[in-house]
């Protein structure tokens, strides 16, 4: 085994370990929560349709890289190639949703009474359900278009070229496939990225004025605690802000790597770790703080 294998191995088996038990374990503690109380409160369904994301990343990025890593890349049949890819976008477009409707979600909640949102404040939560599952549906069957349209070269000549570790090239820049993923996926995605901007811009704003109002109120006061709604709010942002920056530098290196003929081999790996960063460390955020929120939100 060479220098290079050996790192991928560290890298991608260290990354999946932590993520995969980082996230089995937020998950179970959900799970446990439901099947004591027969429910989940809205914001507990999010978080744990997002670790699911999280976890669907996970096994499509970080498994495979090892697996080839180890020497076992007749593994990756054609078959398995699409399966692979598909479970990647599939959870991918999922992350993207569900930290979108988890930040709108907030910002709703925590938005004064007499906002604009006031109306569906108290009704928003009743289709949060719906919501998801209709995103699931959604994206199950978009991203089932690309592996269908999309032919999976297995040519050794086109597999060397693309690197040891690319081991699922696609065939591409079809234009018909490039409208589809562009009307399909990526007008979504950049629509969610502004709903993000636009809902997290909305919380800063709010708990500026608390802020505000708890510096006004502590010159009359020798004490105050912060409200449990702030303390959520500020652990949804911290998970938020992590999410986007990962999220636009993957994004980034994806691009350069599209555009590219020849994408470098380490571009390349470093791309497929950034993309598992925010599933790998999305759980140990949420344990810190979010264990917690189910007994400070509605």
């Not at 909640?109 to 108290?122: A, E, L, M, R």
């Not at 070269?153 to 570790?165: A, I, P, R, V, Y």
Request: glycine content about 4%.
């Amino acid at each position: 085994m060479d220098l290079k294998n050996f790192a991928i191995i560290i890298i991608f088996l260290t990354q999946s370990t932590f993520g995969i038990l980082g996230n089995i374990s937020l998950l179970s503690k959900y799970l446990i929560i439901y099947y004591n109380e027969h429910t989940l409160k809205p914001t507990d369904l999010i978080l744990t349709h997002l670790i699911t994301a999280n976890f669907l990343i996970i096994l499509s990025k970080g498994v495979p890289h090892t697996m080839a890593a180890f020497g076992m890349k007749l593994f990756f049949s054609d078959f398995m190639c699409k399966l692979f890819l598909y479970i990647q976008r599939l959870g991918r477009s999922m992350s993207m949703g569900t930290t979108c409707l988890l930040s709108v979600y907030q910002a709703i909640t925590i938005s004064p009474h007499n906002s604009f949102w006031k109306n569906i404040k108290f009704k928003f939560p009743n289709h949060i359900g719906f919501t998801i599952s209709l995103c699931w549906a959604l994206y199950s069957a978009i991203n089932f278009i690309f592996p269908v349209l999309v032919h999976i070269k297995q040519s050794q000549k086109n597999t060397t070229e693309k690197g040891d570790f690319s081991f699922c090239s696609v065939l591409g820049h079809e234009k018909i496939v490039e409208l589809l993923y562009t009307a399909l996926l990526v007008f979504p995605e950049v629509l969610f990225s502004l709903f993000i901007f636009w809902s997290s811009g909305s919380m800063i704003a709010i708990l500026h004025r608390h802020k505000q109002l708890i510096q006004y109120i502590r010159r009359n006061q020798t004490s105050i605690r912060i409200s449990p709604e702030s303390r959520a709010t500020q652990s949804i942002l911290i998970l938020v802000t992590t999410f986007v920056v990962f999220y636009t530098l993957s994004s980034i290196l994806q691009g350069f790597i599209a555009v590219l003929y020849k994408a470098n081999w380490w571009l390349v790996i470093f791309t497929s770790f950034i993309s598992m960063c925010f599933p790998t460390l999305c759980p140990f955020l949420m344990s810190h703080d979010f264990i917690l929120l189910r007994f400070c939100l509605f």
